[in-house]
């Protein structure tokens, strides 16, 4: 299994505090990817990163920001939690270039926002 | 960034054959086509990916039209494990400096049921 670790892999939060959830890799990949999904529909991206100190926005960005100071370390915040941000929230790594290569999942965060 | 249109669903049986199609009629040269799976209560996991030629792995086989619009992934026999939302992806690889390079991005994906 590719070293990937999402923390925490549950939080319940009250409206209106912060959140940080953490995506730590072991496998030195370049691209690392926070989405979130929701009952019934498919994942999409909230931020991206394609190197250290390198983000940008996905489909849906507005409450989150993103930080990634070093290769292992990729770190979502929601500034103030709304309940709908309430979702399982995946990151992903993946290598990059001429070989294409595959994305890896974490096993991903329930968060609740009560 | 580039689309993909897949079947919200399919069925098949047990121990046969699925051709799960995907159309990418905008796919630039620097798009390699991904499919991940997604089974129930789990996150996504890797199928398989190519850029021009066909491709076989020990899950799939990918099937890319000359023309890269579209691309096939076939599973050679169904079995109950395979139940599971697929996604059909392009992922820009190869345009350097670019930010949208490795931006993946997946749609709604076809829902796969196998019958017994």
């Known amino acids: 299994d590719a070293g990937i670790t999402q923390s925490p892999r549950h939080k319940v939060t009250e409206t209106g505090t912060p959140v940080t959830l953490r995506c730590h890799q072991t496998?030195?990949?370049?691209?690392m990817y926070w989405y979130r999904q929701d009952p019934g529909h498919g994942l999409r991206l909230i931020h991206y990163?394609?190197?250290?100190?390198?983000?940008d926005k996905g489909e849906v960005s507005d409450g989150y920001s993103v930080s990634r100071s070093k290769t292992e370390d990729f770190l979502l915040t929601l500034e103030s939690a709304t309940s709908s941000q309430t979702s399982v929230y995946f990151c992903?790594?993946?290598?990059?270039?001429?070989?294409?290569?595959?994305?890896?999942f974490g096993q991903g965060t329930r968060l609740t926002v009560v | 960034d580039a689309k993909t249109t897949q079947p919200n669903s399919m069925e098949s049986n047990e121990e046969e054959p699925v051709h799960l199609p995907c159309n990418h009629s905008t796919i630039s040269g620097t798009d390699y086509i991904h499919w991940y799976r997604q089974l129930p209560s789990q996150g996504p996991e890797y199928v398989i990916h190519g850029l021009t030629s066909n491709v076989n792995n020990r899950m799939a086989s990918l099937a890319i039209a000359e023309d890269r619009k579209s691309s096939t992934l076939i599973l050679h026999r169904a079995t109950l494990r395979d139940a599971a939302v697929y996604y059909c992806?392009?992922?820009?690889?190869?345009?350097?400096?670019?930010?949208?390079?490795?931006?993946?991005?997946f749609g709604q994906g076809t829902t796969l049921q196998v019958k017994p």
């Open positions: 496998e030195n990949h370049r691209y």
């Open positions: 990163s394609y190197g250290v100190k390198d983000t």
């Open positions: 992806i392009l992922r820009d690889e190869l345009l350097r400096g670019s930010s949208n390079t490795g931006k993946l991005i």
């Open positions: 992903a790594i993946s290598g990059g270039g001429y070989r294409g290569t595959e994305a890896f």
